[in-house]
């Protein structure tokens, strides 16, 4: 026993000297203490070493000759130096501040792991917060609006035409909420209210099939809402706004008939605070807004937070909740053309809902391995108009293994797999009855990075089951490369395959929207698609001018797309209460009746296009400016187009419906001092192909849409004063022109709104 405690004290003394002999430290995020992994730590001639996922490095001090200078460079980040005179025990603690202005956004979601935009292998956009309050956008799908190459379709985000109109029902962009969905269970679409806009990081977006990575409904892209987290100083964060409405356009009369113009006013709070091993973060926001239209008013309220606790090193356990109380009416259709505003009778619906998630999650990260486990608990319930309800609850598990390989002659090697479970179950009347959906699959991705040249492969397997009976099952498969050809130009290539199963809405639904029937179909066939795109980045500076220029080819074919119509089909004998309608000259009430809106399968059908943004800024001490300018042109096709009803040309039948063929973004602003000016001008070229039943439907259509021939273009102003430090004051005006257009068929958009805003900051 005496030998074996003098060999144990021999050792730990040998284990202390060797760890003296080495030079150890940890690098962070200096806004929100966050670990970065692959920062490269350069002591010269050549000689370095990484950091690993838990932001630590190690360097043998017997190659160290002091006194020394270290380099620490990371994506995204100004770089910074140390000087050491001599070797420290102590481990140094560096906090890398990201670089402000950097046009070189770092994301997450393309691979799962930080890299820069330019760099990535898909075409990927980056929406901070300070866009998203500068435009006060008080929901996630007003800023991902102006983003180039994306439209919303009252709630409905259309990527690059992948999407066309269904009333939200089935969306094919899958929508994240820090790495997990926020689709509901019963109709699969974005609730973008939900969405914490008061407390932010930014918004990542895949323009492409992400299927692979992130499952079903993945198919035309990934939007990744990601929020801020706590920093070594607690923050607080207000935005208070006031919003006017003014009179609509001239050409439509005013329902307000001199009274008071509609108003809306809201306040958002967020606190992020870390508290030793604990960090927190909450945000509240409240909307109360009459609506720009006569008979559509909204009271929204919810609550978010999360909290996240250290257990030991690398050991965490953390908890997310939001609870939202949101009171509307759904709006259809107008009067007709000239009484835009006001809607017709019986076409607005009440709506009372609640939607609440919690997120259970325990994640440990290693020197080179991470193991994360995330589990979501999201409930949608609402209320229709005290006729009937809906309840989804969604219960998701992914347990995701990432490891970080460091292999000879390779600069970075990354595996990463996960299984997910997802279980979906509804409840409902007669909306939907009782459904039950299961989810699961399994996913690997390999992503390598040798000299200039990135590449990834991914793969996943999914099956669905719908009430215990197996439906389908899809194996997917992506792969892409980035090819660094200089020190400021990329060249990208992917193919991605998606896929989306139908939702129980499209499968089971059977209510109505206003006065129109949705109906469904429980033989939908699941899309598929496969996507292809070529991109080069090229970075453009010259002195204090930074600009980017992104330019893209695209083309994707999908296989039984799943796209909604609009129907009336008359029978062939009346009924008693149909003629009774017919003799009163109430011939509307017969059409309403026999109008349905009803998913089909679209057998063969490919969208084809290019799109360009360039980007850029210059910043001095008094002044400076940032622009963002973006344009894509799609020619989304059916392959097997119908016939027309009412003899339309072919060539607008061939096109999908609900898509555009020109999509124009544009944002400026300048500074001057403590006093900002901007713009954002957003264009689209009229709507081609809609469902034809509409013209006899919906009064006034055909004048409209005739006299809006050459597209919309809309465009917001804005303007502030940083009062000090803490204090700014915005004044934004949308829809300066006040211009008349109408997103879908028979529904108006917004007329010039005056809004009064205020932020804070301490």
């Not at 000689?47 to 620490?72: A, H, V, Y």
């Not at 009774?580 to 490919?606: D, G, M, T």
Request: aromatic share 12%; charged share 20%; hydrophobic share 40%.
């Amino acid at each position: 026993m005496s030998r074996f405690l003098l060999f144990f004290l021999c050792f730990q003394h040998f284990s202390v000297v060797v760890m003296a002999q080495n030079l150890r430290g940890r690098v962070t995020d200096a806004a929100n203490g966050q670990a970065l992994t692959g920062v490269n730590v350069v002591v010269g001639a050549g000689r370095g070493t990484t950091t690993d996922l838990r932001g630590e490095f190690t360097l043998d001090s017997k190659n160290l000759d002091f006194p020394l200078q270290l380099e620490f460079s990371y994506i995204g980040y100004e770089a910074q130096s140390v000087q050491l005179k001599s070797l420290t025990e102590k481990p140094i603690d560096i906090k890398l501040k990201e670089k402000t202005g950097e046009l070189q956004q770092v994301v997450v979601t393309a691979s799962r792991f930080a890299q820069r935009t330019a760099t990535s292998p898909v075409s990927m956009q980056v929406v901070k917060q300070a866009a998203v309050l500068a435009n006060n956008s008080v929901t996630a799908d007003d800023a991902l609006h102006r983003t180039p190459g994306i439209h919303v379709l009252r709630g409905q985000i259309n990527i690059r035409g992948s999407s066309g109109f269904t009333y939200g029902v089935g969306s094919r962009v899958m929508v994240l909420l820090d790495g997990l969905p926020l689709l509901t269970a019963e109709s699969g679409e974005a609730r973008w209210n939900m969405l914490p806009v008061e407390n932010l990081e930014q918004i990542e977006i895949i323009k492409g099939a992400g299927s692979a990575m992130y499952g079903s409904a993945a198919l035309g892209g990934v939007v990744h809402f990601r929020t801020a987290m706590p920093g070594d100083k607690p923050v607080t964060q207000v935005n208070w706004f006031n919003s006017f409405y003014g009179p609509p356009p001239p050409r439509h009369s005013d329902p307000y008939a001199g009274n008071q113009y509609p108003v809306s006013m809201g306040l958002g709070l967020a606190h992020r605070q870390k508290v030793g091993k604990l960090e927190f973060s909450g945000s509240m926001n409240l909307v109360n807004d009459d609506g720009y239209r006569i008979g559509e008013p909204s009271r929204r309220y919810r609550f978010n937070a999360h909290v996240r606790y250290q257990l030991a090193k690398g050991l965490y356990a953390g908890l997310s909740a939001s609870h939202l109380i949101d009171s509307t009416r759904l709006y259809t259709f107008w009067v007709n053309d000239t009484n835009a505003y006001a809607p017709a009778a019986t076409a607005t619906i009440a709506q009372y809902n609640q939607r609440s998630f919690i997120d259970p999650y325990l994640e440990y990260t290693g020197k080179n391995s991470r193991h994360s486990l995330r589990n979501r608990f999201f409930r949608s319930n609402t209320n229709y108009n005290n006729e009937d309800f809906g309840q989804g609850d969604m219960y998701y598990t992914e347990y995701q293994y990432q490891r970080f390989l460091k292999l000879r002659g390779f600069k970075q090697s990354i595996l990463t797999a996960g299984a997910v479970n997802q279980i979906n179950s509804i409840t409902s009347g007669i909306i939907y009855g009782q459904q039950r959906t299961v989810n699961r699959s399994v996913y690997a991705q390999w992503d390598q990075q040798w000299r200039f040249i990135s590449f990834g492969l991914g793969f996943r397997h999914e099956q669905l089951l719908v009430n215990d009976t197996l439906k389908e099952q899809n194996p997917v498969f992506r792969a892409g490369i980035n090819v660094a050809l200089g020190p400021n130009t990329n060249l990208r290539a992917s193919m991605g395959e998606g896929f989306r199963s139908a939702t129980v809405a499209e499968m089971f639904s059977n209510t109505r929207i206003g006065t129109i029937r949705l109906a469904s179909d429980p033989q939908l066939k699941p899309e598929e698609s496969r996507s292809f795109e070529i991109g080069v980045v090229q970075q453009l500076n010259a002195g204090r001018y930074r600009s980017q220029l992104d330019l893209a080819l695209f083309r994707t074919d999908y296989r039984n797309m799943i796209e909604y119509g609009f129907l009336v089909r008359l029978p062939e004998r009346f009924d008693a209460e149909d003629s009774v309608w017919i003799n009163n000259n109430q011939l509307n009430r017969v059409v309403e009746k026999y109008a349905r809106f009803q998913p089909s399968n679209i057998a063969a059908s490919r969208i084809t296009g290019v799109e360009m943004v360039y980007s850029g800024r210059a910043d001095w001490k008094r002044w400076g400016f940032q622009f963002e300018l973006g344009y894509t042109y799609t020619n989304p096709i059916n392959l097997n187009p119908p016939a027309s009803l009412f003899n339309l040309p072919a060539d607008i039948m061939k096109y999908l419906k609900y898509r555009y063929l020109h999509l124009a973004r544009t944002d400026v602003q300048f500074r001057l001092g403590s006093w900002m000016l901007g713009a954002n001008v957003r264009y689209n070229s009229v709507i081609l192909n809609i469902d034809e039943d509409y013209y006899r439907f919906i009064p006034g259509l055909i004048d409209y849409r005739l006299s809006t021939i050459r597209g919309d273009l809309i465009t917001d102003l804005r303007g502030g004063c940083a009062i000090n430090e803490h204090f700014r004051l915005n004044m934004v005006v949308r829809n300066a022109g006040n211009v008349s257009y109408m997103p879908v068929p028979g529904n108006i958009g917004e007329q010039r709104t005056w809004v009064l805003q205020m932020l804070a900051t301490f």
